[in-house]
């Protein structure tokens, strides 16, 4: 089994920072992209940003220059700062992750962390 746990959501004002963390644990032969998605009442999933096992990384136009996607491979974990926050970047943020266990390659997802930004 493999599990995904997030953290580092909250309530911030307009203009302020937080920083999510997710850890992927289990039976993990490799990780491959990892990623954060974002879901919004009423609207669909959408990307915010990829990194592959690299360290390469890909953003949304809307967070780009706001938002930085890292990763530590020995942790097995990825994080999403998020500065200069706006109210429309209110969502359910979601970890995302391509992991190897054996021979097969599978999307694992996290349950989501809240992050609501007051204007």
């Known amino acids: 089994q493999v599990q995904l746990v997030e953290s580092g959501g909250g309530l911030v004002q307009a203009g302020g920072s937080l920083r999510l963390s997710c850890a992927a644990s289990?039976?993990?032969?490799?990780?491959?992209?990892m990623g954060w998605y974002r879901q919004a009442p009423e609207k669909q999933r959408e990307l915010v940003a990829t990194?592959?096992?690299?360290?390469?990384?890909n953003y949304a136009d809307s967070v780009k220059g706001r938002f930085t996607i890292s990763r530590d491979n020995a942790k097995n974990t990825v994080y999403l700062q998020m500065n200069s926050l706006k109210p429309e970047d209110t969502a359910v943020y979601y970890c995302?992750?391509?992991?190897?266990?054996?021979?097969?390659?599978?999307?694992?997802w996290g349950e989501g962390t809240q992050v609501t930004v007051s204007s």
């Open positions: 289990g039976s993990i032969s490799s990780i491959n992209a």
């Open positions: 990194v592959n096992s690299g360290g390469s990384a």
């Open positions: 995302q992750s391509d992991i190897t266990r054996g021979r097969l390659t599978f999307s694992y």
